[in-house]
């Protein structure tokens, strides 16, 4: 290196001053480091590192090594056919020389020779070879590689080969790797095709790989050539691998842990060969094409050739079960209606032959019941491909025997289904699986005619129990009708449902409907066949055709009999149009008639003889057959030309409304517009069918579907010409002159709609504004903007419209329907209503400019005009300033009917208008703080018009400084933040009890509606509380505590009062749902919410404090506790803000424990909740105590420490220290510990109980008691019901040992102070209604002595058994509580021996009101005889089995069995 290259600085020179070269710079270095193992270690893993990623190890070799190393290259070892092949390079020779080479580089041997060995098996596959065999190897490539393998497992035998190195650095190789390559290499040991596959970095790309390889291979194997052998044992063997780890046990690719690599590829592969071979065929695969065969070969793998080494057929089945349900769900493009059309394309000889071979390799592994039940399980979870479904019952029908009966009941249980809830998904399967396996012939399945007629042909049809079954059928097959073959029209129409005569009128309507639709396909009902096969799909034959195949079938049932056929002779009567336009012209058809006659000559002779020919057409006949003789011809039947048919109605309508467009732009026309209406009229009542007397008919209220709007095509055709004349007419009038001087033509032709075919308008025009209003351009917004306010003109004389569940129950009148189809969600939706308000108001405003504010607003619903204030205000914050009188603009409604109308500009033209700014003075139309609110809640920030800030500050100005300083009278807050809480509150919480809130998500239930937009409305509550919270705190005197509570509590007090109280099913899920509600808002707020902010050892317990444990005990007790606690999250939230509050006193540790042990009185439930709790609850409260002071945990806490540490030490093997008090929380802690135990780890440990106290037993019995109830009642209960009873009967054996009292637990009332105020405060109602299922389901764990040794058992025992026949009757006990005091009266005479006075021989006998369980379950549902007394023993041990046993009866509450007057007479 050239010296010019070294700096010029003094440390560069020598002493003499001479610069020194580079290379003694280095030289001088080189002598001054000292050798450093360490860094030597990193520097060979370095090297080592760079020759595995980088480098072509054979060149590097070369390079480094120079010409010697040129006798470790492979190329020799792996050539056959060279005469130097292992003569100089044996195993052992070039092993020693990798390892000698390896050691002077410093390199694994394993990484040196896999890296070589994956080199050759490169050059292998990349030699000059075959190109028409890009998967398989040409014969010297298999040589060469069978060489190189044998010396890789030397290698391999020696430990001096790596396989994850050989792995890699194969995948480098990948786009030159050919798969019989990679099979040998599986096959012959080296490396697992498993552990190969997954060594790749990239799980999808591999797949891809190996799914084009097997394409090429599945195309090769299909193709004769010389490794056909080959080829067939790679797939076997690959598909083999494939199914045992893609399908073996326990493989779950749903689950939550990274699963293995290779069961996921193997899985991929084969549904891409599947899903590949599915759209082959479903793009109409050519024959013999390389694709067809590859789906031919694929197909074939399921083949018990290919797959017969397969040990366990578990794998296989679910391989199987796996293939056949992507088989019927891929690609589900067809909807049912579609099935309903096409099916008859679908049968098993139009199926393409490869599916049907699929299909019966299908079957060979799964049995018929396998597979209906799969079918059944996929049609009820997933969506399906309807074509290939019903392909495959033809498949099974036709393959087996025994599916048409599993069919049928399968099909039974369907229409079951279907006519109990009014399942429609239940019904359309049912009939599509019939109909499908009808096609198949009357050996595979029984014709849809008989099916039909058992169905629905006698009075133990499906549709036989109800009016309301009747109605759903007859819809049913109504909707279906459009969609229909004639075939099947002709069966309904031939062979009716049997319906009783005063529903007659449903099936008349139908056969009407089906009559008309058959018509219109030109298909005769009375030119039917006698021998039509109606359960055949197939095209309709003309009448003269299927007269040729009648003849022909009766006469040689003529043959066979002698008689005429019976089908002739009713057709003679009863069919006479067909048999005499078409039967008898086809048989007398001119022939030259035989010598000897035939049976077609007897036939007609016999039908003469029985005047079933008319004279004069034999007559015509025997002349037609002697000119036969004379002149041989081939006669045949001329077709008569029909008539032409006249103008359709459809285009008659057509015509009339242009001849009225036309008419729009002509001031000379103007006087023939009400002539023109009134045709447009008639002709629409001749396109609907409607008949003239049909306009005197009433319609009381219209029934519409807002979410799924329908309507019948012709219905939808004649609609749709009405709403694009009148936009058309609209456009046309107002291009001349302004909407109040276009003349009375829009009133007069709305009024068109406003008869029969009012619903119908209504039902599109739900369809175009709710579901497509997006879409609409602008003439088609003003056009229905403009007709909105024509049908508010006539709103009087117009029915309500039930709108179903997201609008109100009560029915809408027509201008608030519009308000209910106008959303306001997306950003689309938003705009689209912002058009519409803007042009439905402005055309109101232009049209009735002179009339009244009255006229105007009745015109259109308040909502409108609500919605569009919402509107401007968000989307334009130039709209937010105040106007000013100078503000005050024109409205114009010229610009708007232009196709580039700027709405913006029309918008904000229109919020200034005077007219405008007057109506919004008006009460009802101004927009309020609740309505405000209630719009705001509907919007979807995910595709929201405002970004997140945009709409953080719209919510601010909203609330802080529009409503909240706005008056009361004008909708707002007076300035009250609180008030404007309480109003946000309410309208929170009924939004989300509302179907508002589940309209938009899948997932939204008891969730603030299931997506974010919510979250915004919320975190503005959290910020209004918070500045509450800092006014209360700076208006209260230091030293003191507020003397009031929060609002909030009072709001859910008054929500609480207004809901259904009671313990049916729905009252009892909307309070859960509310109080979750609650729950979740309280959560969201400050902690002082629950607690107050201070405490103070004047006023300890805050009014704050009084209202949580209140609604504790009162509500949450009973819908949000479970086992005995709340959960975590408001137990946690109200420690923290009890910490928080206390902290903040003088002695802090003195206010903790004094409101704790308040607790204990007041709302026990949250000590118990801290028990469970305590593990995740310890940790904060420990964090937040030191942080502030310094002392230990306050007393009571301590209390909730050492409950927690008895349990654990009671259950442990060790001896048990003594139990703390309280006693009741030591036994809560021990129940909530024996939860977390085994079973079989709690039978030793609870012998303990024999050393501790009474009143703990007692207490946790009751506990137990609570966890038996609750395993009973709840799936997810952290007890299973077996071991819940035996910890109770453990506990119940050691009370009756120790002869401790223990029936007071099921005589507990309030007026008790030293168990019932307690218990009852704790435990949910509804497990203390059912006590008297605990105490008969432990009865055989009695004492045999109790009823002698207690008196009071028996007062027990009655009172349970009455309360239990009460619960199973009425699903209540209140009738037979016991009397205040009766619990102490119990415990005062607990241990007390039996005597023998009346009073005992009472109680004796009131045993013996017990009844036998076949009686109890006879007399169910009326009141109990009380005469019937079998022994008291034999009473109490009946209830006993009947819990035991069959006691889910008692379990839950069935208020609904008898009403009350009918349980009076019971005991």
């Known amino acids: 290196m050239s010296d010019s290259w070294v700096p010029n600085s003094a440390s560069r020179q020598d002493p003499g001053g001479r610069r020194r070269s580079w290379a003694e710079l280095l030289a001088g270095r080189v002598k001054r480091e000292k050798y450093n193992s360490e860094r030597a270690q990193k520097l060979k893993e370095s090297a080592v590192r760079l020759l595995r990623s980088h480098q072509d190890l054979n060149a590097l070799l070369l390079e480094v090594e120079g010409p010697l190393c040129k006798k470790l290259s492979l190329s020799k070892v792996i050539d056959c056919d060279s005469s130097e092949a292992y003569a100089n390079h044996s195993s052992s020779f070039i092993g020693s020389a990798l390892q000698d080479q390896a050691s002077r580089l410093g390199v694994p041997v394993g990484i040196l020779s896999a890296g070589m060995v994956a080199s050759s098996v490169g050059q292998i596959c990349t030699a000059p070879a075959e190109t028409s065999h890009p998967v398989l190897l040409t014969v010297e490539q298999r040589k060469k590689l069978s060489s190189l393998l044998e010396f890789a497992q030397y290698l391999l035998a020696h430990s001096m080969f790596s396989r994850l190195s050989f792995c890699q650095e194969l995948w480098k190789i990948q786009s030159s790797l050919l798969l019989e390559a990679v099979w040998h290499i599986h096959v012959q040991g080296i490396v697992s095709l498993q552990e190969l596959l997954e060594s790749h970095p990239d799980m999808h790309a591999v797949g891809s790989w190996l799914f084009r390889n097997l394409c090429c291979l599945c195309e090769q194997m299909e193709a004769s050539c010389q490794h056909a052998d080959v080829a067939r044992a790679m797939l076997s063997d690959f598909v083999q691998m494939f199914v045992l780890r893609g399908f073996q046990k326990n493989s779950d ?67 199987f079960s796996h293939t056949l349900t992507q088989i019927l769900t891929h690609s589900p493009v067809l909807k049912a209606s579609d099935a309903v059309q096409m099916q008859r394309e679908w049968s098993f000889a139009r199926t393409h032959p490869l599916l049907t071979a699929l299909y019966r390799r299908l079957f060979v592994m799964l049995s018929p019941e396998e597979l209906v039940g799969h079918l059944q399980e996929v049609l009820e979870t997933q969506e399906v491909h309807w074509q290939r479904v019903l392909s495959f019952v033809s498949a ?30 239940s019904m359309v399967t049912a009939f599509l699986v019939v109909r499908q396996a009808a096609l198949e012939g009357p050996s595979a399945f029984l014709s849809y005619a008989d099916w039909f007629k058992a169905s629905f042909g006698s009075t133990r049809g499906y549709h036989g129990c109800s009016k309301k079954a009747l109605v759903f059928l007859f819809t049913f097959l109504s909707d279906l009708v459009p969609f229909e073959s004639p075939r099947y029209l002709q069966v309904h129409i031939l062979h009716p449902p049997l319906v009783p005569s005063k529903y007659r009128s449903l099936l008349t309507d139908y056969i009407s409907l089906a009559k008309t639709r058959l018509a219109d396909l030109k298909v005769s009902i009375e030119n039917m066949g006698l021998y039509e096969d109606l359960s055949s799909a197939g095209d309709i034959t003309e009448p003269h055709s299927q007269a040729l195949q009648d003849v022909e079938k009766a006469v040689m049932v003529f043959e066979h009999t002698g008689k005429i056929p019976i089908t002739v002779m009713e057709a003679s009567i009863f069919r006479r149009p067909y048999y005499v336009s078409h039967f008898l012209p086809a048989l007398l058809t001119p022939r030259v008639l035989p010598k000897v006659p035939d049976s077609r000559v007897a036939f007609i002779e016999s039908l003469k003889r029985a005047d079933k020919i008319p004279p004069s057409l034999y007559s015509t006949y025997c002349q037609a057959c002697s000119a036969a003789e004379e002149k041989p011809e081939d006669a045949a039947l001329g077709v008569r030309a029909e008539p032409s048919s006249a103008e359709e109605p459809l285009g008659q309508l057509t015509a009339a409304l242009g001849e009225l467009r036309a008419s729009m732009t002509d001031p000379s026309q103007r006087d023939v517009i009400s002539a023109q209406v009134a045709v447009i009229s008639e002709r629409l009542r001749a396109v609907l069918g409607h008949n003239e007397d049909d306009s005197s008919v009433e319609i009381s209220k219209i029934q519409l579907s807002i979410n799924t709007p329908r309507l019948e095509p012709r219905e939808h055709m004649a609609v749709d010409l009405l709403l694009t004349s009148f936009c058309q007419n609209l456009m046309a009038a107002s291009s001349v002159a302004p909407p109040d001087r276009q003349g009375p033509w829009a009133t007069l032709f709305v009024r068109t709609m406003c008869g029969r075919v009012l619903p119908a308008v209504l039902t599109r025009l739900c369809q175009l504004l709710r579901h497509q209003g997006p879409s609409l351009s602008a003439p088609h917004v003003l ?87 919402f509107l401007v205000f968000r989307l334009f914050s130039e709209a937010r300033q105040p106007l000013s009188e100078e503000d005050a603009a024109s409205l114009s409604w010229r ?43 509907e919007i979807q920030p995910e595709a929201d018009a ?25 909708g707002g807050c007076d300035g009250d933040l609180q008030a404007a809480c309480t109003i946000l509150v309410n309208e929170l919480m009924d939004f989300h009890q509302s179907s508002r809130s589940y309209d938009h998500s899948e997932n939204s239930d008891l969730v603030f509606g299931g997506r974010t937009g919510n979250e915004d409305i919320i975190s503005r509550l959290q910020e209004m509380v918070a500045d509450l919270e800092l006014q209360q705190d700076l208006s209260v005197p230091l030293g003191h505590t507020p003397s009031q509570g929060h609002f909030l509590f009072e709001i859910f007090r008054r929500r609480l009062q207004a809901l259904t109280s009671g313990w049916s099913v729905a009252a009892s899920l909307q309070r859960q749902r509310e109080l979750l509600m609650y729950k979740r808002i309280l959560l969201r707020l400050p902690s002082s919410v629950l607690c107050g902010s201070s405490f103070q050892a004047e006023e300890p317990i805050t009014a704050r404090c009084e209202q949580f444990f209140h609604l504790v005990n009162s509500e949450m007790r009973n819908f949000c506790s479970h086992g005995g606690a709340l959960t975590q999250d408001i137990t946690a939230h109200f420690f923290r803000g009890l910490l928080n509050a206390c902290l903040r006193s003088r002695d802090p540790s003195l206010m903790v424990d004094f409101i704790l042990a308040k607790c204990q009185t007041k709302c026990p439930l949250i000590l118990t909740s801290a028990l469970v709790w305590w593990p995740s609850l310890e940790p904060m409260l420990l964090c937040r105590w030191r942080r502030h002071c310094q002392s230990p945990l306050p007393w009571e806490l301590q209390k909730l420490q050492e409950g927690r540490q008895f349990a654990s030490d009671f259950l442990s093997p060790e001896a048990a220290s003594p139990a703390p008090n309280p006693d009741w929380l030591s036994a809560a802690a021990l129940h909530f510990a024996i939860q977390q135990v085994r079973e079989e780890n709690i039978r030793k440990q609870l012998k303990k109980l024999d050393c501790e106290r009474e009143e703990l037993l007692v207490f946790l019995f009751f506990f137990s008691l609570m966890g038996l109830l609750s395993s009973q009642l709840t799936s997810n209960s952290a007890t299973d019901p077996p071991k819940a009873f035996h910890v109770c009967a453990a506990i119940l054996e050691c009370l009756e040992k120790r002869k401790i009292s223990w029936l007071a637990l099921f005589q507990l009332t309030e007026s008790d102070l030293r168990l019932g105020r307690l218990l009852l405060r704790v435990a949910p109602d509804q497990h203390t209604r059912l006590l008297p299922f605990a105490f008969y389901s432990l009865l055989s764990y009695f004492h045999e002595d109790a009823a002698i040794r207690e008196e009071a058992f028996l007062h027990v025992a009655v009172d349970m058994y009455l309360k239990l026949v009460q619960l199973f009757v009425a699903g209540d006990t209140s009738t037979v509580s016991p009397p205040a005091g009766r619990s102490l009266e119990l415990q005062g005479q607990a241990g007390k021996p039996r005597g023998t006075d009346n009073k005992s021989s009472s109680f004796s006998a009131a045993v013996n009101t017990s009844v036998p369980e076949k009686e109890l379950l006879t007399h169910g549902r009326e009141p109990l005889p009380c005469d019937l007394r079998p022994s008291g023993r034999h009473g109490l041990r009946t209830c006993s089995s009947l819990t035991a046993a069959g006691g889910s009866w008692g379990l839950r509450p069935r208020g609904d069995r008898c009403p009350p007057e009918q349980t009076a007479g019971c005991p």
Do not use: N
């Open 396 to 425: 099974l029908v036709v393959c087996f025997p025994e599916a048409q009966q599993l069919l049928e009941d399968w099909v039974a249980r369907l229409m079951a289904q279907a006519f109990e809830s009014c399942q429609l998904d």
């Open 946 to 970: 405002l970004s997140d800030t945009e709409r953080q500050d719209f919510h601010q100005w909203a609330i802080h400084e529009h409503f909240l300083p706005e008056s009361s009278a004008s």
């Open 895 to 937: 610009p708007l009917y232009l196709p580039s109308a700027d709405w913006q500009r029309a918008a904000l033209s229109l919020w200034t208008h005077r007219t405008f700014r007057e109506l919004l003075k008006e009460e009802d139309v101004d927009l309020t703080y609740q309505d405000w609110l209630h719009l705001e809640l």
């Open 253 to 319: 690719l749903r689950r939550t842990v990274e699963p293995e690599k290779m069961p996921q590829v193997a899985v991929d592969v084969l549904q891409r060969m599947l899903i590949f071979a599915l759209d082959a065929l479903a793009a109409g695969v050519q024959e013999e094409s390389s694709t067809h065969k590859i789906v031919r070969c694929w197909f074939g793998v399921f083949s018990g050739h290919t797959l017969g080494s397969v040990i366990s057929t578990d794998p296989l089945k679910r391989f």
């Open 783 to 869: 056009g229905l903007a403009a007709l909105a306010v024509h049908l508010g003109e006539s709103r009087s004389a117009l029915p309500e419209v039930d709108v179903g569940p997201p609008a109100p129950d009560a029915g809408l009148p027509v201008p608030a329907l519009f308000d209910s189809l106008l959303t306001c969600r997306t950003r689309d939706s938003l705009f689209f209503c912002l058009k519409f308000c803007t042009a439905a108001i402005s055309y109101s405003l232009c049209k009735f400019s002179s009339q009244s504010r009255d006229i105007l607003c009745s015109c259109l619903s308040p909502g409108l005009f609500k919605k569009f204030q």
